[in-house]
């Protein structure tokens, strides 16, 4: 047996992320200021501009991290053979710029992880079967629970940025829903190593 490279894009995305903890937590390198993003933007700074889509790279601590890896391992992989590694990256992109500008555009506080893109994930995936014409009973019991939660949640003092928990189940929402997300991925050749 080989083992398979099988969701570059999510098994990439959490390699990025565990590194750049990893690197703060063992070798005492704090990368945490470009994976960021602050409540305020200079529109001069370039590194405000990554910034918009790093925020999800960076993490407060390992407990942080280990449960948004959690779900985009689980859900990931599953996201990625139905829509196809490109269009995965796009969404994971759009979700972390719309989350990111949104919360320079409407809050103070900064933020920092992939939440956003968990709940873009929890939502999606309940659409994936999704037919013209019909909304799937798994995506109304998971829009009530997980959203509804986190409404309930916003008027918690818990540095927890509910915001963009919406914003990105929004996103995954819109995703599953749109026609043109919604077909099969292209086959993509699989990478193979530890042959």
């Not at 269009?87 to 992109?93: E, G, S």
């Not at 320079?104 to 920092?112: A, P, Q, R, S, T």
């Not at 940025?161 to 997300?181: D, P, R, T, Y």
Request: one cysteine or more; a positive charge; hydrophobic letters at 50%.
């Amino acid at each position: 047996m080989r083992l398979q490279y099988n969701a570059p894009v999510v098994l990439t995305f959490t390699l990025l992320c565990t590194a750049v903890m990893a690197m703060k937590s063992f070798l005492f390198i704090d990368l945490t200021p470009y994976f960021f993003i602050g409540g305020t933007m200079d529109p001069t700074n370039i590194i405000d501009y990554f910034r918009l889509v790093s925020h999800t790279i960076g993490h407060g601590n390992w407990e942080h991290l280990v449960a948004n890896m959690s779900y985009i391992l689980l859900l990931g992989p599953i996201l990625e053979e139905k829509y196809g590694s490109k269009p995965l990256l796009m969404m994971m992109l759009l979700t972390a710029l719309i989350t990111g500008l949104l919360n320079v555009i409407v809050f103070d506080d900064g933020l920092l992880g992939a939440s956003g893109i968990v709940f873009m994930f929890i939502l999606l995936s309940s659409v994936v079967n999704v037919q013209k014409g019909r909304i799937p009973m798994t995506f109304v019991l998971v829009l009530m629970l997980f959203l509804g939660q986190e409404i309930i949640s916003i008027f918690r003092d818990d540095n927890i940025s509910q915001f963009a928990h919406i914003l990105g189940g929004i996103c995954g929402a819109i995703f599953g829903f749109n026609s043109s997300l919604g077909k099969p991925g292209k086959k993509r050749s699989k990478v193979k190593i530890l042959s």
